[in-house]
C-alpha cells in the first residue's frame, strides 16, 4: 500500500496529475488512468535504476548546439522576442549562446 500523494512533494503530485491528464487525454477512463499514473509513479520512485536521481527536462525540443547555431546564425538583435518564442528560451539565455557562437565562452 502507498502514501497518500498529499506525502509526496510538489513534483511527485504535478507528475502524478500530468500523467493521468495524459492518458485520458488519449482516451483511457478517468479511473483506470488515476490508478495507471499511480503505478508509473510508484515505479518511477522506486525502480533501483531511477529511483533517486535528479532529471531535468530540458523546455526545449532542440539540442544546446542546434539552438547555439540557430542563434548565431538568425538573432539580429530585432528579432529576440521571435526566436525565443521559437526555441523557447529566454531572452537571458539566447544572448549567451550568441555569445558562445560569436568565440566569447563564459562558463555557465
Not at 530585432?78 to 563564459?106: A, D, M, P
Request: net charge positive; charged share 30%.
Amino acid at each position: 500500500m502507498t502514501e497518500p500523494i498529499d506525502k509526496y512533494p510538489n513534483a511527485h503530485r504535478e507528475l502524478l496529475e500530468m500523467v493521468e491528464a495524459a492518458l485520458v487525454g488519449a482516451g483511457m477512463a478517468s479511473k483506470d488512468a488515476a490508478v495507471y499514473a499511480e503505478h508509473v509513479k510508484e515505479r518511477m520512485r522506486t525502480d533501483r535504476n531511477f529511483a533517486g536521481r535528479k532529471i531535468y527536462f530540458p523546455s526545449s525540443k532542440y539540442t544546446k548546439e542546434y539552438i547555439r547555431e540557430v542563434v548565431g546564425l538568425r538573432w539580429n538583435g530585432k528579432n529576440t522576442r521571435e526566436l525565443c518564442v521559437e526555441l523557447n528560451i529566454s531572452e537571458t539565455w539566447l544572448r549567451e549562446l550568441h555569445s558562445q557562437s560569436r568565440g566569447n565562452f563564459y562558463p555557465r
